[in-house]
């Protein structure tokens, strides 16, 4: 790690201000850049922002914090220790899953607790279970440590690691691999959904994937006391002390280039920051089509497939839930023909699966006394399809609240209160995201590694990506390492996986 800041008079302008920007800028930062964080919106967190209403607290973005120590690495870089400055809380379980027979099952922390949850489903599976952890590892071990935070600008950086993948079987699906050891159909659903997690539909996504297994057998699920603003709040503050300039509201209109260099953005105000070097941390696709001069449009010719929407569903309760987990993953009657439906032929359906945020559950100050606080995220089409959420975003609402209160939330129809919601829409608006997708592109096989936006652009040297539509991918600990890989094409040092 770099504890004391290097010396240089090189500038750098990081544009987005979410974890992957906020990570850049640290570490442009420890190398001794003078950095300019710019972030449209007039809050720190991109997509992670907090909303308040009523007197209930809402975490608007990610909520499952896993691979803990590299958050730990990004106050590490300046000597500071994070455990000064925030709590990661723990959770058991990590998951509790609620399916459409009524039944339950819960990923506990411990292997034990979660193989006598199996056992309750299918004796035979328990052993099935701690295979598929035995392979997971092996996929961890080459996947985390050895590809996440390595480059892959070039082809060849791909040919090199073919041999290990086909090893590994990587070029099945999550729901392959998971299927080859597990044989009840719930306990199969209840191993496959983490794609989900990072945009993905396990019947498509690769099995390298099956590493997020281990990645939470190893590290375990926590929750950050405060929430995930909370953590955006404390980074901001050590970018502060660390001299890093924040700048909200600044909408970039271009990134300016003279003869395949970088020079500086454009803000919408006309305003103009000169640079040696800038990192874009939104949805490459947005700074290809939008922010880059015509004569440099370098998009792929493959045209990337998308991840799905998300409707998310804020509300509080005037009624405690003491019964329901932190997590709960709540499962509709279907899943591989819902998950088609969304995918591929991106439209609503019937029906639908639900992630349940209760941090209540771990963090009272989310509402006010005697009270709850609820996320609910629903997969759905992105902008590729052709919903009307004019009309459908009250349909749905109305729908989730009738399911849940028949289920797991008795009552909530009476005790319900400041309810209101986000659409693809939303996520287009507010993040430029394409499509209104909530993870960037899907992870695919063939849009993983070299496959996907890479973290450098081919012809503008100086110009790098980082977030979740580049390597490796969407999720907490995709985005945050997105930065370290960076950090290795900037210096030719490789950073270590710290896992």
């Given at each position: 790690m770099n504890a004391k800041i290097m010396v240089t008079d090189k500038t750098a302008v990081v544009i987005g201000a979410g974890f992957a920007g906020i990570?850049?800028?640290?570490r442009l930062r420890a190398l001794g850049y003078q950095v300019t964080l710019l972030e449209r919106l007039n809050s720190l967190g991109g997509r992670a922002?907090?909303?308040?209403?009523?007197?209930?607290?809402?975490?608007?973005?990610?909520?499952?914090?896993?691979?803990?120590?590299?958050?730990?690495?990004?106050?590490?870089?300046?000597?500071?220790?994070?455990?000064?400055?925030?709590?990661?809380?723990?959770?058991?379980?990590?998951?509790?899953?609620?399916?459409?027979?009524?039944?339950?099952?819960?990923?506990c922390a411990s292997i034990e607790?979660?193989?006598?949850?199996?056992?309750?489903?299918?004796?035979?599976?328990?052993?099935?279970?701690?295979?598929?952890?035995?392979?997971?590892?092996?996929?961890?071990?080459?996947?985390?440590?050895?590809?996440?935070?390595?480059?892959?600008?070039?082809?060849?950086?791909?040919?090199?690691?073919?041999?290990?993948?086909?090893?590994?079987?990587?070029y099945k699906t999550v729901s392959q691999m998971v299927n080859s050891h597990l044989k009840h159909p719930l306990i199969r659903q209840a191993f496959s959904i983490h794609p989900l997690l990072v945009g993905g539909n396990p019947f498509k996504t690769t099995a390298i994937y099956t590493l997020i297994h281990y990645l939470e057998r190893r590290w375990g699920v926590f929750f950050c006391m405060g929430g995930t603003g909370k953590l955006v709040d404390e980074?901001?503050?050590?970018?502060?002390?660390?001299?890093?300039?924040?700048?909200?509201?600044?909408?970039?209109d271009e990134i300016m280039v003279t003869q395949n260099t970088?020079?500086?953005?454009?803000?919408?105000?006309?305003?103009?920051?000169?640079?040696?070097?800038?990192?874009?941390?939104?949805?490459?696709e947005t700074c290809y089509r939008h922010l880059l001069p015509k004569s440099k449009l370098s998009l792929p010719k493959i045209k990337k497939q998308y991840s799905m929407g998300l409707y998310v569903l804020y509300f509080g309760t005037k009624k405690l839930y003491p019964d329901v987990a932190h997590h709960s993953i709540?499962?509709?009657?279907?899943?591989?023909?819902?998950?088609?439906?969304?995918?591929?032929?991106?439209?609503?359906?019937?029906?639908?699966?639900?992630?349940?945020?209760?941090?209540?559950?771990?963090?009272?100050s989310f509402a006010p006394e005697g009270c709850e606080s609820f996320y609910v995220l629903c997969p759905v089409p992105n902008l590729q399809g052709n919903v009307d959420w004019s009309t459908q975003a009250e349909v749905l609402r109305d729908r989730i609240v009738t399911a849940l209160e028949e289920t797991i939330l008795p009552d909530l129809s009476s005790v319900i209160e400041e309810v209101f919601w986000m659409t693809p829409?939303?996520?287009?608006?507010?993040?430029?995201?394409?499509?209104?997708a909530g993870f960037s592109i899907e992870p695919r096989l063939t849009q993983s590694a070299w496959f996907r936006f890479h973290n450098r652009d081919s012809a503008i040297s100086n110009l790098y990506f980082v977030g979740a539509g580049t390597h490796p991918g969407a999720g907490l600990p995709g985005v945050v390492s997105s930065a370290k890989v960076v950090?290795?094409?900037l210096t030719g040092v490789e950073v270590g996986s710290g896992g």
């Open positions: 990570a850049m800028a640290l922002q907090v909303f308040e209403r009523g007197g209930y607290r809402h975490d608007a973005g990610p909520t499952v914090i896993t691979a803990p120590f590299l958050f730990d690495e990004l106050f590490e870089l300046f000597d500071e220790k994070i455990e000064d400055h925030l709590e990661f809380v723990p959770l058991d379980p990590f998951y509790r899953f609620h399916f459409a027979d009524g039944r339950q099952f819960d990923y607790d979660t193989l006598t949850e199996i056992r309750r489903f299918s004796a035979e599976d328990a052993d099935g279970y701690l295979k598929l952890l035995e392979k997971s590892k092996k996929v961890y071990d080459v996947a985390f440590k050895q590809l996440v935070h390595r480059p892959f600008t070039r082809v060849w950086d791909m040919v090199k690691q073919i041999p290990a993948l086909l090893i590994l079987k990587c980074l901001g503050a050590l970018m502060e002390r660390q001299g890093i300039k924040l700048v909200f509201g600044a909408d970039v970088a020079t500086g953005v454009r803000l919408s105000n006309n305003q103009t920051i000169n640079c040696d070097l800038v990192v874009f941390g939104g949805d490459p709540w499962m509709g009657p279907r899943f591989k023909e819902l998950l088609s439906e969304i995918f591929d032929d991106k439209k609503m359906s019937e029906d639908f699966s639900l992630y349940v945020h209760r941090p209540t559950a771990t963090d009272k829409e939303d996520f287009a608006k507010d993040y430029r995201s394409m499509h209104g950090e290795e094409l």
